[in-house]
């Protein structure tokens, strides 16, 4: 089945100690999007790709960073991660002529 | 901006009430419509979605919603509730200009066996 898949479901790391976060996708979609999700909260974008073209949300921190090397993958890299980031992050695609993005599970982040 | 209310911040009924999620929305032009479901610990799933014609939508699950253009309105209905449709709900906007889909807060549903 077509999907999105997305790697490790969960990742603990320490307070300022580099994390990636994986996200490919079998549905061969051009847009690929990053949230962040908080306990109780409604899903946040972070950025997303139109193919290569990278569009960052205003309020998104220099902490997080993405990369796209190919259409099939995308990688949310955060920096220095801090206790604020412990959150989802969910992966989702769209493919440009329809309006639906399909979400990934999601990856849990645990910040000690 | 683009922005998409939810009324409810949490909802607790009995098993076998109706059920009705209030969402209104902010754009004005051409939007597409979705609601979303997130059962405890899991994630995003896609209950129903409006893009146009008939603005009555049947999803997934017992699910409704109607989209009334005039109200700004796409509220989500079940007449029969079940115990296993406790969920967090979200109602979500999709602007194709913007390229991005915006959210609303969330309603918490707690159903009572």
């Known amino acids: 089945d077509a999907m999105v898949i997305q790697n490790p479901r969960y990742q603990v790391t320490q307070f300022g100690k580099p994390v990636t976060l994986s996200c490919s996708q079998t549905?061969?979609?051009?847009?690929m999007y990053w949230y962040q999700q908080k306990s109780s909260q409604a899903p946040k974008l972070l950025f997303h790709?139109?193919?290569?073209?990278?569009?960052n949300e205003a309020d998104t921190p220099d902490n997080f960073q993405s990369r796209r090397p190919n259409t099939s993958f995308c990688f949310l890299d955060i920096r220095s991660p801090g206790l604020g980031d412990a959150a989802m992050y969910l992966c989702?695609?769209?493919?440009?002529?329809?309006?639906?993005?399909?979400f990934g599970p999601g990856t849990r982040l645990t910040v000690l | 901006a683009q922005s998409v209310s939810q009324h409810n911040h949490h909802v607790i009924l009995s098993e076998a009430a109706s059920l009705e999620l209030g969402c209104n929305y902010s754009y004005g032009g051409t939007v597409n419509l979705f609601w979303y479901v997130q059962y405890p610990g899991q994630h995003l799933q896609l209950l129903l979605k409006y893009f146009s014609g008939d603005p009555l939508v049947k999803g997934i699950k017992g699910f409704e919603a109607e989209f009334i253009k005039s109200k700004f309105s796409f509220n989500l209905r079940k007449p029969s509730v079940q115990w296993s449709d406790t969920a967090e709900y979200f109602c979500a906007s999709f602007k194709a200009a913007g390229n991005k889909l915006t959210f609303g807060g969330g309603t918490r549903v707690l159903v009572k066996p």
């Open positions: 549905l061969n979609h051009n847009v």
């Open positions: 790709y139109y193919d290569k073209d990278f569009n």
């Open positions: 989702a695609t769209r493919d440009p002529n329809y309006n639906e993005q399909f």
